[in-house]
């Protein structure tokens, strides 16, 4: 049984460019967070999402940002017109459901932006 | 709102030695703790749990951590330490009553040094 996969697990992008990051989440689980590490921090959440569905992206910044995990295929976070403070590890997590706390994690996405 | 607050952001101690991490914990409810480890340019890997059943967590590695409520503390413990237990402790507050949403309130931290 799989764990959680990201990739690539390391993305290089200069400023301007846009940044995807995917994530596919353990076989069964339908729940998938994005949480980002800044240098020197802990994780901090950015969104959750449902098949199909964004629930909750209080995490998210208002410009630039976005995810998404359609019904096929691993869930996507975007970064448009990246810029240097976007530099981060991004960590996906999935569960199975609302009820079950444990949140598996991938080995995360370092993004640098030059 | 919740949080936690991880008490020491470097700690030290030789190998075969006891571990102390401390964490306090705010919430205003039964809270769900845990504690995760992340090694060098790795993942997060779930050391322990505590959700509302036993205080006393016994988790992976040797690892066990004591819920006390009445301290407002989730500490992580480990008898001996090992070269290999070297990496960052987080101590995770569940926001599982903030709405629809399971989301996951990280510390800031706790960078863990094992000296030979």
């Known amino acids: 049984n799989a764990g959680v996969m990201q990739n690539p697990r390391h993305l290089v992008r200069r400023r301007g460019q846009e940044a995807r990051l995917r994530c596919s989440p353990m076989?069964?689980?339908?729940?998938v967070y994005w949480y980002r590490q800044l240098p020197e921090e802990g994780l901090k959440f950015m969104v959750y999402l449902q098949k199909e569905n964004i629930i909750d992206e209080s995490g998210m910044p208002k410009e630039r940002f976005s995810a998404e995990f359609p019904k096929e295929g691993p869930s996507i976070l975007r970064i448009q017109q990246v810029v240097r403070g976007d530099s981060a590890a991004y960590f996906c997590?999935?569960?199975?459901?609302?009820?079950?706390?444990?949140?598996?994690f991938g080995p995360g996405t370092r993004l640098t932006v030059l | 709102a919740q949080s936690v607050t991880q008490l020491d952001s470097h700690v030290s101690v030789s190998e075969g030695t006891p571990v102390l991490l401390r964490c306090n914990y705010s919430s205003s409810y039964s809270p769900s703790l845990f504690w995760y480890v992340q090694h060098p340019n790795k993942g997060l890997q779930l050391l322990l749990k505590?959700?509302?059943?036993?205080?006393l967590v016994k988790g992976i590695n040797g690892f066990e951590a004591e819920f006390k409520k009445s301290e407002t503390s989730f500490h992580l413990t480990k008898p001996s330490a090992h070269m290999s237990d070297a990496a960052e402790y987080f101590c995770v507050v569940s926001d599982r009553y903030g709405g629809a949403t399971n989301k996951l309130i990280f510390g800031t931290g706790t960078l863990l040094a094992v000296q030979p």
């Open positions: 505590y959700t509302s059943a036993a205080t």
């Open positions: 076989k069964g689980h339908s729940h």
């Open positions: 997590a999935s569960s199975e459901g609302l009820d079950y706390n444990e949140q598996f």
